[in-house]
């Protein structure tokens, strides 16, 4: 009777270690996971196969495809951002500014987005062109001021010094508007959208980051602002002369009233002395006629020191009374 042996043959070894390679091959080759960030669609020679894959993110996994010939096509499920470069265009006034738009989005059909873009690169630079295109055309559209104010509601800071002078409602005021920078991004996002929906893009916000003005539009800004400066200086000036003016003519005034009130009280005191002094010659006259006649000599004597002075010449005739105490005088000593 033949012996049976229990060690496998070199052959059937061989044949189940290449089993069980190829089963793990199989195996790895069919099996992967989809983590939750992300939706796959499964491509067969390139072109897609069934529908996507963790869509609506409750299908995270391990999951199975036909090894060798399916391949696995990641999506990332997430909001997703594009950050445009920084483009020149022109405002509905003409003037040149710079605009930096910023966006998010995310892939709303995957099967679609595969189909039309592949991947992300292509879909950033399909972003660039008609978000960028879209921007220009609703900037074009609008104002200067439309694009820098944010809400047509908010008001701008004023400078309160203004408020106090006639000026003050019209220089450096800002223009009113009907829509502000809001608006407008929301009708770049409403433009934009209808397009990128055919490549399975859903676009979700579009903003403005940062104006710029371009160089001679700045220097032209400044130039205005120097402007308004001078303008405001001026007006500030020429209401300081004016109330320098004002207070200059008060001032003449109050001087004058002060003046005729003083010249006023001399001429009534020099009145009252001069009638005090008539009353009083007028007594001395009739009480004394030799203090009368000194008196009059005294006068004359005054007169005499105030006229004649030491190089003064006088013609009188012999007939003059200013000659006549003179003459007296002269011939007092023959006598």
Same mark, same amino acid.
């Given at each position: 009777?033949p *012996?049976?042996?229990?060690?496998?043959?070199?052959?059937?070894?061989?044949?189940?270690?290449?089993?069980t390679?190829?089963?793990?091959v199989?195996?790895?080759?069919?099996?992967?996971?989809?983590?939750?960030?992300?939706?796959?669609?499964?491509?067969?020679?390139?072109?897609?196969?069934g529908?996507?894959?963790?869509?609506?993110?409750?299908?995270?996994?391990?999951?199975?495809?036909?090894?060798?010939?399916s391949?696995?096509?990641?999506?990332?499920?997430?909001i997703?951002?594009?950050?445009?470069?920084?483009?020149?265009?022109t405002?509905r006034?003409?003037?040149?500014?710079?605009?930096?738009?910023?966006?998010?989005w995310?892939?709303s059909?995957?099967?679609?987005y595969?189909?039309?873009?592949?991947?992300?690169?292509?879909?950033?630079?399909?972003?660039?062109?008609?978000?960028g295109?879209?921007?220009?055309?609703?900037?074009?559209?609008h104002?200067?001021?439309?694009?820098?104010?944010?809400?047509?509601?908010r008001e701008p800071?004023?400078?309160?010094?203004?408020?106090?002078?006639e000026?003050?409602?019209t220089?450096?005021?800002?223009?009113?508007?009907?829509?502000?920078?809001?608006?407008?991004?929301?009708?770049?996002r409403?433009?934009?959208?209808?397009?990128?929906?055919?490549?399975?893009?859903?676009l979700?916000?579009?903003?403005?980051? *940062?104006i710029?003005?371009?160089?001679?539009v700045?220097?032209?800004?400044?130039?205005?602002?120097?402007?308004?400066r001078?303008?405001?200086?001026?007006?500030?000036?020429?209401?300081?002369?004016g109330?320098?003016?004002k207070?200059?003519?008060?001032?003449?005034?109050?001087?004058?009233?002060?003046?005729?009130?003083a010249y006023?009280?001399v001429?009534e005191?020099?009145?009252?002395?001069?009638?005090?002094?008539?009353?009083?010659?007028?007594?001395?006259?009739?009480?004394?006629?030799?203090?009368?006649?000194?008196?009059?000599?005294?006068?004359?004597?005054?007169?005499?020191?105030?006229?004649?002075?030491?190089?003064?010449t006088?013609?009188?005739?012999?007939d003059?009374?200013?000659?006549?105490?003179?003459?007296?005088s002269?011939a007092?000593?023959?006598e």
């Amino acid at each position: 009777m033949p *012996r049976i042996s229990s060690n496998p043959s070199p052959l059937t070894t061989s044949f189940a270690v290449l089993l069980t390679v190829v089963a793990v091959v199989v195996f790895f080759g069919s099996a992967y996971q989809i983590d939750e960030t992300e939706q796959v669609v499964i491509t067969r020679f390139g072109k897609p196969v069934g529908q996507p894959i963790n869509v609506d993110g409750k299908e995270a996994g391990l999951h199975f495809k036909v090894p060798l010939i399916s391949t696995v096509n990641r999506f990332d499920t997430r909001i997703l951002e594009w950050d445009g470069q920084p483009n020149q265009m022109t405002t509905r006034d003409k003037l040149y500014i710079v605009v930096d738009t910023f966006a998010r989005w995310r892939i709303s059909d995957p099967l679609l987005y595969f189909q039309a873009l592949r991947d992300e690169r292509s879909a950033l630079s399909r972003l660039d062109d008609i978000i960028g295109s879209e921007t220009r055309n609703v900037v074009a559209r609008h104002d200067l001021i439309e694009v820098v104010r944010s809400e047509k509601d908010r008001e701008p800071v004023r400078d309160e010094t203004l408020e106090e002078f006639e000026f003050g409602t019209t220089v450096g005021v800002l223009p009113p508007i009907s829509f502000g920078r809001i608006h407008l991004e929301q009708e770049i996002r409403d433009a934009a959208m209808p397009k990128v929906k055919l490549w399975g893009i859903e676009l979700l916000d579009v903003r403005i980051k *940062r104006i710029n003005y371009k160089s001679d539009v700045i220097t032209k800004i400044y130039e205005r602002m120097i402007s308004e400066r001078e303008q405001i200086a001026e007006r500030f000036r020429s209401e300081g002369a004016g109330e320098a003016a004002k207070i200059d003519g008060r001032r003449e005034k109050d001087l004058r009233e002060i003046q005729s009130q003083a010249y006023r009280e001399v001429e009534e005191i020099q009145g009252k002395a001069d009638a005090e002094a008539s009353e009083i010659y007028a007594n001395a006259y009739n009480t004394s006629p030799v203090a009368a006649e000194f008196y009059g000599f005294l006068k004359t004597l005054d007169m005499y020191r105030d006229a004649l002075g030491q190089d003064t010449t006088v013609v009188l005739t012999t007939d003059s009374d200013l000659f006549r105490l003179l003459k007296s005088s002269s011939a007092s000593p023959k006598e």
